[in-house]
């Protein structure tokens, strides 16, 4: 079983930076992609940026060039650097772990979220 355990959400002004930690229990955290996702009150939840075991990483087009996904498989952690907050990018902050399973499909699991507000 993993359990994933997000910090560092809170209330920032516009224009400002926050970095979010998720840290992961068990042992499948370097051979899984992670992820990073939001939801706003009233909106989908949406993907703001994965990265690959490998290390390769996508972003929602909303936050290229601001935010930055990196990980840690030392420390079973995966980050959220986001500068140049924005109001827009107020939300709760989930953290995801997706474990393929090859032909068979794959294992998701998630955080409990965080939330970020960002003040105009």
């Known amino acids: 079983q993993v359990q994933l355990v997000e910090s560092g959400g809170g209330l920032v002004q516009a224009g400002g930076s926050l970095r979010l930690s998720c840290a992961a229990s068990?042992?499948?955290?370097?051979?899984?992609?992670m992820g990073w996702y939001r939801q706003a009150p009233g909106k989908k939840r949406e993907l703001v940026a994965a990265m690959t075991s490998g290390g390769s990483a996508n972003y929602a087009e909303s936050v290229k060039g601001r935010f930055t996904i990196s990980r840690d498989n030392a420390k079973n952690t995966v980050y959220l650097q986001m500068n140049s907050l924005k109001p827009e990018d107020t939300a709760v902050y989930y953290c995801n772990l997706n474990y393929a399973l090859g032909y068979t499909g794959s294992l998701n699991y998630w955080g409990q979220g965080t939330q970020v507000t960002v003040s105009s």
């Open positions: 068990g042992s499948i955290f370097s051979i899984s992609a």
